[in-house]
């Protein structure tokens, strides 16, 4: 069963440009949540998604967005970059909403922003 | 009331010793409490996973303990391996809040 995938692994973008990253998750899990990781702040929840809708969202401003599809694929977008918004991106996937489901993350997109 | 507090920073451990991670919350709706484990370049692998309904699981060489009155819960590695080494991060997640808050981590390193 493949885990996790997300694309890219790395990237590197100039200020002010966006960027879009891109997440399948398990087959037969519906859930996607993001997570932003750096050495500083640690694992920051971004946003999660269930049936293509947005249920729950972290504390990031709006410049941070995403979406689900049909297919529980998930992208999310960070517009007009920034260079403290360099970081480990982690998707996890999960088989629905609510506690005690466990979660299971891909390797991360990397992000650095110059 | 959303923090996870975990300690210590930094761990060493000599092969074949007791690795003992601490966390502590203070949201009582939480209810599922999660250790992941991860290695440089990788995402976080979940490890081990605990509800309050019990004070103690045990998986191969990794136990969970949790008090559920102190509102804290413990990762015991035993027999630690330099395998081991990598940084764990412990979580909580609840009904009505049901994304995973983390503990800042611990790097683990097992010496020879």
């Known amino acids: 069963k493949a885990g996790v995938t997300q694309t890219p692994r790395y990237l590197i973008k100039t200020r002010g440009q966006q960027v879009t990253l891109s997440c399948s998750p398990i087959?037969?899990?519906?859930?996607v949540s993001w997570y932003q990781q750096t050495p500083g702040q640690g694992l920051q929840f971004l946003f999660e998604?269930?049936?293509?809708?947005?249920?729950n969202k972290g504390n990031f401003p709006g410049r941070f967005s995403g979406r689900q599809f049909s297919n529980s694929r998930s992208e999310m977008n960070v517009s007009t970059l920034e260079l403290g918004d360099s970081a480990l991106y982690l998707c996890?996937?999960?088989f629905g909403p609510g506690s005690n489901t466990e979660a299971f993350f891909g390797q991360g997109t990397r992000l650095t922003v110059v | 009331q959303q923090q996870v507090k975990q300690s210590p920073q930094s761990l060493i451990v000599q092969k074949g010793g007791i690795s003992i991670i601490n966390c502590a919350y203070e949201?009582?709706?939480?209810?599922?409490f999660p250790w992941y484990q991860q290695f440089p370049g990788k995402g976080p692998a979940l490890l081990i996973a605990?509800?309050?309904?019990?004070s103690e699981k045990k998986e191969g060489r990794f136990t969970i303990s949790f008090n559920k009155s102190a509102k804290q819960f413990s990762l015991h590695i035993m027999d630690s391996q330099p395998g081991d080494s990598a940084t764990y991060f412990c979580?909580?997640?609840?009904?009505?809040?049901?994304?995973?808050?983390f503990g800042t981590g611990t790097r683990l390193t097992i010496i020879p």
């Open positions: 996890a996937s999960s």
């Open positions: 087959s037969g899990h519906r859930s």
């Open positions: 998604y269930f049936s293509e809708t947005q249920r």
């Open positions: 949201n009582t709706a939480f209810d599922y």
């Open positions: 605990i509800r309050p309904d019990v």
């Open positions: 979580a909580a997640t609840g009904r009505g809040n049901e994304k995973l808050t």
